[in-house]
């Protein structure tokens, strides 16, 4: 079936580096872009931006510009994001989502499960 | 950009409606016709409930319904189920490859 998967959580200290990571599978990973989303706490989502899957260019929203960079290997059907100098304001559940089925039409119809980020010393 | 404007809650009796608003400007809600909704129990990721204002997915039941006026975007979830109880978020488009979400509206039902 059609799923996105992300790792569950992961800790890091102040100023180090996370990846998180994206599976996808049941569908052609190359032929839908993949977007990013944060979720703080007891926030909303944010819109954090997308890359092409095909060109592997990326766009980021104008609050992740700079320490964040998506990336991809389509080798394994996988999408990357890195977050340098972490921040404790960076502790969020991170999702990567997509538009399978309503392609074009600036929703998301598949998410990944989320990773928890937690950033503390 | 701000986050979209949402109401921080809602409720309402089993069997009866109730609507979200969701407020943006010209530049997001009033300006584009790809508004949608997502639905989010604790701990679980968004599901897509509502896109394009006022069409639904595959699967989600008619009992929710999209609108919009102006730069004000609704939710209706009519004949409120005990299951119906959840956070709602609201999106759209913003120009250019942009896109924004809402505060997010907590559904009770009483």
Same mark, same amino acid.
């Given at each position: 079936?059609?799923?996105?998967?992300?790792?569950?959580? !992961?800790?890091?200290?102040?100023?180090?580096?996370? &990846?998180?990571?994206?599976?996808?599978?049941?569908?052609?990973?190359?032929?839908?872009?993949?977007?990013w989303v944060r979720?703080?706490?007891?926030?909303?989502?944010e819109w954090m931006g997308w890359?092409? @899957?095909?060109?592997?260019?990326a766009y980021y929203a104008q609050a992740f510009t700079g320490r964040f960079?998506f990336?991809?290997? &389509?080798?394994?059907?996988?999408? $990357?994001?890195? @977050?340098?100098?972490?921040?404790?304001? !960076? &502790?969020?559940? $991170?999702?990567?989502?997509?538009?399978?089925?309503?392609?074009?039409?600036?929703?998301?119809? @598949?998410?990944?499960?989320?990773?928890?980020? &937690?950033?503390?010393? | 950009q701000s986050a979209?404007?949402?109401?921080?809650?809602?409720?309402?009796?089993?069997?009866?409606?109730?609507?979200? +608003? /969701?407020?943006?400007?010209?530049s997001d809600?009033?300006?584009?016709?790809?508004?949608?909704?997502?639905?989010?129990?604790?701990?679980?990721?968004?599901? %897509?409930?509502?896109?394009?204002?006022?069409?639904?997915? +595959?699967?989600?039941?008619?009992?929710? *319904?999209? *609108?919009?006026?102006?730069?004000?975007?609704?939710?209706?979830?009519?004949? %409120?189920?005990?299951?119906?109880?959840?956070?709602?978020? /609201? *999106? +759209?488009?913003a120009g250019r490859t942009n896109m924004m979400f809402?505060?997010?509206?907590?559904?009770?039902?009483?």
């Open positions: 079936q059609v799923q996105l998967v992300q790792p569950g959580s !992961d800790l890091k200290k102040p100023g180090a580096s996370v &990846t998180v990571s994206c599976k996808a599978s049941g569908y052609i990973f190359t032929a839908y872009a993949m977007n979720q703080a706490p007891g926030q909303g989502p890359i092409n @899957i095909n060109t592997g260019k960079v990336s991809l290997d &389509t080798s394994v059907s996988t999408a $990357y994001l890195q @977050i340098s100098g972490l921040k404790s304001e !960076d &502790t969020a559940v $991170y999702y990567c989502a997509t538009d399978l089925t309503v392609a074009g039409r600036k929703a998301f119809d @598949i998410w990944g499960q989320g990773t928890m980020v &937690t950033v503390s010393s | 979209l404007t949402q109401p921080p809650s809602a409720s309402g009796s089993p069997g009866q409606s109730v609507t979200i +608003s /969701c407020t943006g400007t010209s809600v009033g300006g584009y016709e790809y508004v949608s909704w997502y639905q989010q129990y604790p701990g679980r990721a968004p599901k %897509l409930i509502i896109y394009e204002v006022n069409k639904r997915p +595959s699967g989600v039941p008619d009992r929710f *319904s999209g *609108s919009k006026s102006g730069n004000t975007a609704s939710l209706t979830v009519s004949g %409120l189920q005990a299951e119906d109880e959840a956070a709602y978020y /609201c *999106s +759209s488009f809402g505060g997010g509206t907590k559904v009770t039902v009483l």
